[in-house]
DNA sequence: GAACACATAATTGTATACAATACAAGTATC
DNA sequence: GATACTTGTATTGTATACAATTATGTGTTC
């Protein structure tokens, strides 16, 4: 895949879709924690100027996927230890709340999407694309926050969410994701079932799992060329 | 007091020292709801270039203080009646916890440091700014949840603290803030006391009474100059 | 070979120029 | 007189040029 092909894929990039892309790219792990974005590499590569990749990677830096420090450019954020438990206690607390709204708010349709999203999720695991199954996985938690009717406390857990696949990329510890699959479902089944406490409880104790599977250990952390980690 | 003054005030004006004075001005209702906030304009009372302008005005619209709408530039944000019952209902979940755990972390130096806010304050209301006083106020509850020690939740409540000012400045009922003083003081006790579940419990009836003395009617909303209202 | 100073390159910060878009006022046409 | 069209102005979007800062490499000295 040539240079021509990035940077004419969407005709013109817009600083969005670029924040995007690189959103993306972020949670599936092809950058990883620590990564430098420099503005003229990035520029090239979307085929503008780097006016608007400043503008892109302002928006990602107040989201904090990305550090960026002055005169000294941006690199994907590397949460400590203590930000990592941060965020999961901040969604501990958060979407529990969420998961009850939306158990007595979802429509059939809603359903039908957060089932989607798990096959989705599964099938990406079966074509052993973990970095796609764990964007998947956090795209169903923003779900039921919206489902939820609570667009700044989605808001919010957009943003945890979005640490979360870094801190998952520094602090994992258990080799197998197949154990969320059944925690998703059964929170599914108990929003569909329009039980509020139930899935309330469901989400809780998913969430400790989650948080338990973190580990001290740093993880090795090799960093792909840009180029090649952008070109999808 | 002239243009000069303005711009040479803290000699070189960078993005994040402009964004503080305009959510400054927004926070003490100097600029209200709706004010459009032109690039240019900003651009020479603050004596930079419309770059440094544009980065202060996404960071304001990250927090939700402006809105930028794509070709048509940024305004004073002004949140729906749904949005200010988010933003409240977002309040009453998190900051009970924060508070919480303010009681069981303060030093005497953060107790001194809440007491003096309070006096502020009172100081700001006796010297008839109630722009200020609702500022400081704003200041109180950010103070606790950085006691709190958790950052990541700290910044959700100061972006929540912002629009509450927003939501004031549009939807407010009662004349007196005084009302307030008293929830403040009872608060500051028990956090010194170190009775985190009285903490815990003021703040959350605190923030109900808040959310309560929000109304559907919609203020006048007169708006100033933009260099009046930013020539302090 | 290690530590330092200095020159050079790479990168970010800011200002400015120009292009694209939106808004308003006026003009023509029916 | 109402509507559609055109033109002009204000404002934002983007690219580029240059300044300021940081990183890198090379020699020199001990």
Known sequence: MTKTDLSDRSKAATSDSIAHALSLAIHEHRILPGTKLVEDELAEIYG????VIRAALHSLSHIQL????RNKGASVASPSLKEAHEVFEARELLEPRTAF???QLATSEDIARLERHIEDEHAALAAADPGRALYLSGLFHNDIAHIANQSTIAGFIETLVARSSLIIALYWRRESALCEKHAHHALVKSIADGN???AE???RSHLVDLHSALDLKERSGRVLSLKDALAQ
Do not use: D, K, P, Y
């Open 48 to 51: 503008v100027s780097r006016t």
């Open 66 to 69: 990305i550090e960026i420090r």
């Open 101 to 103: 709204s939306a158990a």
């Open 196 to 198: 509020g406490s139930q």
């Open 201 to 203: 409880e469901l989400m």
